[in-house]
T-cell receptor, first 110, second 113 residues
Framework: QQQVKQSPQSLIVQKGGISIINCAYE??????FPWYQQFPGKGPALLIA?????SEKKEGRFTISFNKSAKQFSLHIMDSQPGDSATYFC?????????FGAGTILRVKS | DGGITQSPKYLFRKEGQNVTLSCEQN?????MYWYRQDPGQGLRLIYY???????QKGDIAEGYSVSREKKESFPLTVTSAQKNPTAFYLC????????????FGEGSWLTVV
């Protein structure tokens, strides 16, 4: 029940395309859903986050879609750029504890 | 600069030895965390602390120990009891309460030789 399942494991997208990463959870106690971006050899950095009372949140080229009834949420990266190539983690939080998905390695081809 | 400082960045350990990873933050955060990262497994919580002199086990605490004698510091000791310690270790901190951003340090690579 504490797991967050993330897919796909890896993703290759052409420059200018849309990158989509999906996550699913079971525990309805989760009340905060952040996405982190990690470059090689660095710590993860918060990219965008959403609470379950909102179905969508957009920040620049990054959008989170949230489906509370299905217990699923996804990250959409519009107009993907080579600089977006990184590992992306979804997470779900209750209290101060974060549970992470396994990560998606995104490569944007120029 | 405000942030989380981890040291050393790279560490080699012989089997049977204990090693301590340092984590210092100047963000005035009450909560601090240690995560372990292995390829294809995401980040797994080792220990976390919400207040000085108190800490709780995470999902994979066996073979690890921590202390929280100061608000700014949360060192992690990888003991010889940890069977597979080679990994990337990440320290993090946050304000207490749900929905507050967890900030990560740059990480420490530990390799057992």
């Amino acid at each position: 029940q504490q797991q967050v399942k993330q897919s796909p494991q890896s993703l290759i997208v052409q420059k200018g395309g849309i990158s989509i990463i999906n996550c699913a959870y079971e525990n309805t106690a989760f009340d905060y859903f952040p996405w982190y971006q990690q470059f090689p050899g660095k710590g993860p950095a918060l990219l965008i986050a959403i609470r379950p009372d909102v179905s969508e949140k957009k920040e620049g080229r990054f959008t989170i879609s949230f489906n509370k009834s299905a217990k699923q949420f996804s990250l959409h990266i519009m107009d993907s750029q080579p600089g977006d190539s990184a590992t992306y983690f979804c997470a779900a939080a209750y209290g101060n504890k974060l549970v992470f998905g396994a990560g998606t390695i995104l490569r944007v081809k120029s | 600069d405000g942030g989380i400082t981890q040291s050393p960045k790279y560490l080699f350990r012989k089997e049977g030895q204990n090693v301590t990873l340092s984590c210092e933050q100047n963000l005035n955060h009450d909560a601090m965390y240690w995560y372990r990262q292995d390829p294809g497994q995401g980040l797994r919580l080792i220990y976390y602390s919400q207040i000085v002199n108190d800490f709780q086990k995470g999902d994979i605490a066996e073979g690890y120990s921590v202390s929280r004698e100061k608000k700014e510091s949360f060192p992690l000791t990888v003991t010889s009891a940890q069977k597979n310690p080679t990994a990337f270790y990440l320290c993090a901190s946050s304000i207490l309460g749900s929905g507050n951003t967890i900030y990560f340090g740059e990480g420490s690579w530990l390799t057992v030789v």
